[in-house]
């Protein structure tokens, strides 16, 4: 394989509804997507970057002006997708970035050899069970209204964003109103405090499969003390950058699940061998998300497809943030996303779709 350039192209998509967490309000989707040229094909990546670093240090305009200055030069050799992490090793952190370049090169290399995504990573099922991730809202009522929809949608697990002010009642309610069935977890992105110690053991009244990331990115340490003071499992998101990070939070007791997102940790190549260092340690994992167009959504059902995640993802259908969708949309059956089938990523923007939510595009040759 040999790369001619890529194409660094940014769209803006409107989301459905505003989607609220504890670092923020998001109402569009600023995006930026990479086209890998090379001689046998192209292929798409997407970057989950966001548009301020809110939920970690990237933001889209920085993931381009790395891509363009230092990370795409440096794969101009590169013979396949194997080799991209190595040719980005010596550049610290922006990992979204990365992950993108790894993932446009991947598609390429992958729909040149005829191979779809999810049986190059090992995937053992044609379909995932899927959960969704439900924004903070201005009333519990409101909040359940929205579960209710979900719920009616298939969906089989529900996840509540929470903060200080807005996570035992939302909790609560939702446990009073749709019953102790119903697989339900927490996010807090990172917004509590050891010292909230005793409210998050609040929670462990109410059967929550995990908490998801309640402290700082870097405090793994608090995580280990945390997970002494309260029952529910903690499950780290923003900490787990890498397979390393991954094998040090569970030998440091941080976490007991652990929510992989390629775009977090620098390509779908490292977030296999999380799974499996998760796998090694029987730690469960599941498939996170980063509101992806259908690119990305594509690419996270085929990793949610491996063994070892044994827990409903945030692998929500294409109309969960979007009324249309770049690539023809993932529609929920029975709870569940079927796995693409074709080489690659299995699916490909629509010209004119994305034509009309393309912002610039920027091509940048290599040979
Ligand atoms: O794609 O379904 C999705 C979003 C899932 O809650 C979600 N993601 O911390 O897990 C997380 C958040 C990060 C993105 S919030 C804008
Ligand atoms: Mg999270």
């Not at 099922?125 to 809202?137: L, T």
């Not at 929670?203 to 402290?215: G, K, M, N, S």
Request: net charge negative; charged share 25%.
């Amino acid at each position: 394989m040999k790369l001619e350039g890529i194409e660094l192209r940014r769209i803006a998509m409107p989301l459905v509804a505003p989607f609220r967490t504890s670092f923020g309000t998001q109402t569009t989707k600023d995006a930026l997507l990479l086209r890998a040229v090379t001689a046998d094909g192209e292929g798409w990546g997407e970057c989950v970057s966001a548009a301020e670093p809110l939920y970690s240090s990237e933001y889209t305009d920085a993931s381009a002006d790395v891509l363009r200055r230092f990370f795409v030069p440096a794969v101009r050799e590169v013979g396949g997708a194997k080799e991209v992490g190595p040719a980005l090793a010596r550049f610290h952190g922006h990992r979204m970035a990365k992950a993108a370049l790894e993932m446009a090169v991947l598609d390429a290399e992958l729909r040149a050899r005829g191979m779809p995504l999810s049986r190059e990573l090992g995937a053992v099922r044609d379909r995932v069970p899927c959960g969704v991730s439900v924004g903070i809202m201005d009333s519990i009522g409101e909040l359940l209204d929205v579960v209710g929809g979900y719920l009616d949608a298939g969906y089989v697990r529900i996840k509540l964003k929470i903060e200080p002010g807005w996570d035992v009642e939302p909790v609560r309610a939702v446990r009073e109103r749709f019953g102790d069935e119903v697989l339900l977890q927490v996010d807090a992105n990172a917004a509590y405090s050891l010292g909230d110690a005793r409210r998050l053991a609040r929670l462990d009244a109410f059967d929550l499969l995990l908490i998801e990331q309640p402290l700082p990115e870097e405090d793994i340490l608090g995580h280990a003390d945390l997970a002494g003071l309260v029952e529910t499992p903690i499950c780290l998101d923003e900490a787990i950058t890498s397979a390393k990070a991954a094998a040090d939070a569970i030998r440091l007791g941080a976490c007991r699940i652990v929510n992989i997102k390629a775009g977090r940790v620098g390509g779908y190549l490292e977030a296999r061998r999380i799974h499996d260092v998760c796998q090694a340690h029987d730690v469960p994992v599941w498939c996170g998300g980063m509101v992806e167009t259908g690119l990305g959504r594509a690419a996270n059902v085929a990793l949610a497809a491996l063994p070892w995640f044994t827990l409903p993802g945030d692998t929500s259908g294409s109309d969960r943030f979007y009324s249309t969708d770049i690539t023809e949309p993932f529609v929920l059956a029975d709870g569940h996303l079927p796995v693409p089938s074709g080489p690659g990523l299995g699916v490909a923007p629509i010209p004119e779709t994305l034509e009309a939510v393309t912002t610039s595009t920027e091509w940048i040759g290599l040979r």
